[in-house]
């Protein structure tokens, strides 16, 4: 079975995380536009971010036979520094159209405060003005609110539900989201709120139809193996290969290639690496043989 982990920041994940990914199913990957653990202090440090999630990053993946796709957004919690803000939402149409990027993402509350709702909007507007996809980050705290907000405010500004992702759902919060027609998405974290067993039991309550798994795999504790241990735990538990399909490959790439940026074909055949390839003269090899792969043809 193959699997696409559709929010995971590679770029806190180390080589060793792609190898284990590759060997474990998964052939693509969706990174978020997220903050870093500590706030950023000025724009050149969103542009060099940005820059390397559809730069440097898409061709580490490659490199390890996975397609990286992103997406651009300003997250909730930098949404507070006001001015700097502002510089961002200017900045982020150079690089929201750019090849690769899927959506606008990860955008939404954290304290829900009246600076954040500004900044949501903002991308909202983006998001519509381009016909763009829409991932969404519920808060931690008062998720609840949390998300019929951003479902409201994105419903107001015109974004089509077809087009919203609503990440880091939970039991309490799942109706409302499949209720509104939005696809939901459920990151599985280790030994926490939401592991792989309640996802087991959720795809069995309310089936594959819009619900889509991932691991928000960062550089905190997390786990960028939670799409396919979640695959399989649905397996060993008689749910239908087709509904692990659909809530582990199927739904996210039917959500995000209305972007018209994914190669779906390309997925579909075996990836063919070849590790002697360079990006602005740097590999990812530090002496070690390249692996080149025989191009077969179709
Ligand atoms: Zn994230």
Not at 112 to 120: F, K, L, M, N, S
Not at 174 to 184: I, K, P, Q, T
Not at 217 to 233: C, F, Q
Not at 270 to 283: A, G, K, N, V, Y
Request: proline share 5%; with cysteine.
């Amino acid at each position: 079975m193959k699997f696409i982990d559709p929010h995971i920041h590679m770029i806190s994940r180390i080589t060793a995380d792609y190898e284990a990914m590759a060997a474990e199913g998964i052939v693509a990957v969706i990174e978020p536009a997220f903050w870093m653990g500590q706030p950023r202090t000025d724009i050149g440090a969103f542009q060099h971010y940005f820059a390397t999630l559809v730069g440097w990053e898409r061709f580490r993946a490659s490199q390890f036979g996975i397609q990286h796709y992103c997406m651009m957004g300003l997250n909730a919690k930098e949404a507070n520094d006001e001015g700097l803000a502002r510089e961002v939402l200017e900045l982020l149409p150079r690089y929201a159209l750019k090849e690769g990027v899927v959506a606008i993402g990860e955008i939404g509350y954290d304290e829900i405060t009246p600076a954040e709702e500004r900044v949501y909007q903002a991308q909202l507007e983006f998001a519509v003005e381009q016909d763009m996809v829409v991932m969404v980050h519920s808060p931690h705290r008062d998720k609840k609110n949390g998300i019929r907000r951003s479902i409201d405010v994105a419903r107001e500004v015109g974004v089509p539900m077809t087009k919203l992702v609503i990440d880091h759902n939970n039991e309490e919060t799942v109706d409302d989201v499949l209720e509104a027609g939005a696809w939901a998405a459920f990151t599985i974290y280790p030994h926490t709120k939401m592991g792989s067993q309640r996802m087991v039991e959720l795809v069995k309550q309310y089936g594959p139809e819009r619900i889509i798994v991932d691991s928000s795999a960062d550089w905190g504790m997390s786990d960028p193996l939670a799409v396919p241990r979640t695959a399989k735990l649905m397996l060993e538990q008689q749910i239908d290969p087709s509904w692990v399909e659909q809530t582990c490959w199927h739904n996210a790439l039917d959500a995000y290639s209305q972007s018209g940026q994914i190669d779906i074909e390309a997925l579909e055949s075996t990836p063919s690496i070849d590790q002697r390839e360079m990006f602005l003269d740097s590999s990812i090899l530090r002496g070690q043989e390249p692996r080149v792969d025989e191009v077969v043809a179709n």
